[in-house]
């Protein structure tokens, strides 16, 4: 078969067969995310220690309240245990201890980009498990996908193929048809994550908004207008930009108020996100000279899938530690076993409530996945002015935070 014929025939040629059977592979694999029960839940519990500890109070004085009716208990199993916490649970009793960890009024939303345009480096990964620490220690998320392969939809419990129509994502108010975001938000299974979801039609807005942004560069900070319309209820917005650079990913750049960069510390990806920094540098600055000024109150390097047993990833770990010094974070998310597998299964490490694989490995990666998002929390709080005397309390005060 001739080019010519693989483009313009009707019918039945390799690539239309191999979409529609691969697009029922997919459909599978997806359904299996949500059958039976339909809508996805979170199964998760947390016991009396972990539920006291997110909650900032002891498990004696829970029990004391709980005893004296002043707090709901967990429902009992069959056999008569508790079965735990959940996050519903918690957050009632953070709501009657006051120990909402939630931002002052007057403190900015933080708008939190993990952007980079390699593909496959772990900005999904990143993106989902940081909503779920936030969320879980109490804050208020907003997460976007605006990723046309739409995993993070389906990782909170939509299915894309079935469920998400134009009109659910950003579509309409990218092309100026909604005024607010308000339509786009919804629940998910995760107690503390709205998300607006994507789907895979959502990569036509790419070209549907390069037609109508010739001069019009006001049209990239739509994104940033559009988060600004909803953004008073949230702590953190978290978007989870497409790979390559593209008008949807600079949108991101543009709305972010903070970056996260994700690089896993092999030799082709840093590549990538060393071009990646050149073509960010000359974004931002051919975007000031048409009046769209992108700063960041804080900007990371993250250390990403990093597999300790090979010894090149080592080396590039140790250059990347001396070279970008404070501007990386200390801890680097390891190439896991727990996160491929939970992945794989469209979920979340955060969403296990234990090992898929063995103890050990389950265990070293919540610490590492809790260490990265502790030091993402601590950046982010330090943008909020009413939370300067609590980090100087905690210990946490640095001066300069930013750049
Ligand atoms: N730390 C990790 N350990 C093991 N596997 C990981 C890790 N982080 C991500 N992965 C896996 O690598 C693949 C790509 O990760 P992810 O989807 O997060 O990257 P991405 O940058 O969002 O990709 P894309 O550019 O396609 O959106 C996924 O299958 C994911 O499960
Ligand atoms: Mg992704």
């Known amino acids: 078969m001739t080019v010519a014929n693989l ?162 994502t950003l579509t309409p108010y990218l092309l100026g048809d909604e005024s607010t975001l308000e339509y786009a938000v919804r629940h998910t299974h995760w107690p503390g994550i709205d998300m607006i979801p994507s789907a895979l039609h959502f990569y036509n807005a790419e ?13 990239l900070e739509s994104l940033k207008f559009g988060i600004a319309t909803i953004a008073d209820r949230y702590d953190l917005i978290i978007l989870d930009p497409p790979p390559a650079l593209g008008l949807i990913s600079i949108s991101a750049l543009i709305a972010a108020s903070a970056l996260v960069i994700p690089v896993p510390p092999s030799n082709t990806d840093f590549a990538s996100t060393t071009h990646f920094f050149s073509m960010l540098l000359d974004t931002l600055g051919t975007l000031r000279k048409h009046g769209v000024d992108a700063r960041y109150k804080f900007f990371r390097l993250a250390l990403s899938k990093y597999d300790e047993r090979k010894s090149t990833q080592v080396a590039i770990a140790d250059v990347m530690k001396r070279v970008f010094g404070e501007y990386l974070l200390k801890t680097p998310v390891k190439d896991s076993a727990e996160i491929d597998n939970a992945s794989a299964r469209f979920e ?34 330090h943008t909020w002015p009413s939370q300067q005397a609590a980090l100087r309390e905690e210990g946490l005060l640095k001066e300069n935070t930013h750049g």
């Open 7 to 168: 483009l313009s025939g009707s019918g039945v040629y390799p690539i239309d067969l191999v979409k529609r059977r691969s697009e029922e592979v997919l459909r599978s694999l997806r359904n299996n995310v949500f059958a039976p029960e339909g809508r996805k839940t979170l199964r998760r519990c947390w016991n009396i220690q972990e539920a006291a500890k997110l909650v900032g109070r002891s498990a004696q004085t829970i029990r004391n309240t709980e005893a004296a009716g002043l707090l709901a208990t967990p429902p009992r199993l069959a056999n008569g245990r508790r079965e735990g916490y959940s996050l519903e649970l918690i957050n009632n009793m953070r709501a009657y201890f006051s120990t909402r960890p939630w931002r002052a009024d007057d403190d900015e939303p933080v708008v939190l980009s993990f952007s980079n345009f390699k593909g496959g480096v772990g900005k999904s990964a990143f993106a989902t498990h940081s909503a779920q620490y936030f969320a879980t220690r109490g804050y208020r998320v907003l997460l976007i996908d605006l990723d046309s392969q739409a995993s993070t939809t389906t990782l909170f419990g939509y299915n894309p193929d079935l469920e998400i129509e134009k009109e659910h």
């Open 207 to 219: 070209y549907e908004m390069a037609a109508q942004v010739s001069g019009n560069v006001t049209l």
């Open 348 to 381: 979340t490490v955060y969403e296990q409530q234990g090992p898929l694989t063995s103890r050990e490995t389950h265990q070293r990666c919540l610490e590492f996945l809790d260490g990265v998002n502790r030091e993402i929390e601590i950046l982010v709080r």
